[in-house]
């Protein structure tokens, strides 16, 4: 546990991912799931933003899906979590049904997620969550942009990858994903339609809201 972590339990009393944590299926959490610390952060954004729709690209077995759900489920949104590999999107659906209510906000869908965002149907007031295959975010961004509305969200995760940590377990290895990472935030920091900065907590975010004037 990072300082900084131990230092939000002393305030919080207890980690607010504590109860997903306990509901986790034993033995079936990779450590390449986000911090909790970036969990926190996308509560929060939920709690600010209050997407109707969260879409979030990579659950793997779910951490980030059920904290999603649950900052979601306080306000009516929804999450749908999109998962390549059918072992890793059943064990996140399993993960959602043992969180009750709370977890009935999120559905997986299981597939590629570059033409599933192609097809999906987005609402105002989404929140896009990018945790995949790092050299193919720029592929995500550019199968929704052209239907992001002013106010949209996109955060993608381990935004500083090209100065810290390794991505060696990646599709194409560690170089592809740094390669990936930053071809993705250089298009965003000059698209002008995005409002961009990237954040340094957890692995890095990227953020970016989509501006102009809503319809
Ligand atoms: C870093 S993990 C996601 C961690 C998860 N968001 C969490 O915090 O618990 C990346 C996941 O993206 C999935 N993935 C990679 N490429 C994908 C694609 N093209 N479509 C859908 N899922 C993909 C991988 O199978 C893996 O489970």
């Keep these: 546990m990072s300082r900084v972590e131990w230092y939000r339990?002393?305030?919080?009393?207890q980690a607010p991912d504590s109860r997903t944590a306990e509901q986790q299926p034993e033995g079936q959490q990779p450590d390449i799931a986000i911090s909790s610390t970036t969990g926190?952060?996308?509560?929060a954004l939920c709690m600010i933003h209050r997407p109707r729709l969260v879409v979030e690209v990579g659950t793997l077995t779910g951490?980030?899906?059920a904290r999603l759900a649950r900052s979601v489920s306080r306000y009516g949104g929804r999450v749908v979590g999109i998962e390549r590999d059918p072992e890793y999107a059943a064990l996140t659906s399993e993960r959602l049904k043992l969180l009750g209510p709370e977890g009935a906000s999120a559905s997986v869908l299981c597939g590629d997620a570059v033409p599933l965002l192609a097809d999906l149907d987005l609402e105002h007031r989404a929140l896009i969550f990018l945790d995949g295959a790092k050299h193919e975010y720029t592929s995500y961004f550019e199968a929704l942009a052209d239907r992001l509305e002013p106010g949209d969200l996109i955060v993608a995760d381990d935004a500083y990858a090209p100065i810290s940590g390794r991505f060696d377990d990646e599709p194409g290895g560690h170089q592809a994903a740094v390669a990936g990472i930053h071809k993705y935030n250089?298009?965003?920091?000059a698209d002008a339609r995005f409002f961009s900065r990237l954040v340094p907590v957890?692995?890095?975010?990227m953020i970016s809201v989509r501006i102009g004037e809503a319809g």
């Design 186 to 189: 250089v298009g965003l920091a």
């Design 40 to 43: 926190d952060l996308l509560e």
């Design 202 to 205: 957890g692995s890095g975010l």
């Design 9 to 13: 339990d002393q305030v919080f009393g």
């Design 63 to 65: 951490y980030s899906t």
